[in-house]
């Protein structure tokens, strides 16, 4: 039987209080109470895209704006992920998706590769979706990136709805993420690296 990969972690911040969990084989299935209603529902993609189990509660300085818990929150996240990852032994590493919504089409591409990397080529039609700040989707995976220790490509190759953009990004990154975590039977126990470490 395959020990479930799963994670909580706590981050507790002047500017944020934030308690996440991870499952990597999870469902889809996400619990998400950040206070942005817009990040949640990026948010939804990533577990329901990457079948994971995902769940975040954040108390943040909202009176302020939105930054310090999206970019917490991805912090949060990274950690998880990291923690309920493990050794990486067995995994596919490399992963990528393609993922359009009308007439959006993003690009994710990513390593599990140890090593905290992020090429982000995003350029919004727009600087807000609602009361969403669109420079928060880089802080979000700039967060992640840093703590979970992978390198990320995003590139949106297209758009002109700022929402689509953002969406295609995080479902993409979902269906990525997926990917490069599941389990390769060829590969059992072993780890996915000439240097025998990530």
């Given at each position: ?64 704006d939105a930054h310090h818990t999206v ?105 990525a993420l997926r990917a490069a975590v ?17």
């Open positions: 039987m395959v020990t479930m990969r799963k994670a909580e972690v706590s981050r507790d911040t002047l500017e944020t209080k934030i308690a996440v969990s991870i499952n990597l084989d999870g469902t889809g299935v996400s619990k998400l109470q950040s206070g942005v209603g817009f990040f949640d529902h990026m948010l939804d993609q990533i577990a329901r895209h990457g079948m994971m189990d995902i769940s975040v509660a954040c108390q943040g300085d909202l009176h302020i970019e917490d929150v991805g912090i949060a996240l990274g950690q998880a992920f990291k923690q309920a990852l493990g050794d990486k032994k067995g995994i596919r590493r490399y992963a990528h998706a393609y993922v359009p919504l009308d007439e959006a089409l993003s690009r994710v591409v990513l390593d599990i590769s140890g090593r905290p990397g992020l090429e982000f080529n995003v350029e919004f039609t727009r600087a807000r979706i609602g009361e969403f700040d669109v420079d928060l989707v880089r802080e979000f995976f700039q967060g992640f990136v840093n703590h979970a220790a992978i390198t990320l490509h995003i590139d949106n190759l297209r758009g002109t709805n700022a929402h689509h953009q953002a969406e295609t990004i995080y479902k993409a990154f979902g269906r599941e389990l390769d039977p060829r590969m059992a126990g072993i780890m996915p690296s000439t240097k025998g470490s990530l």
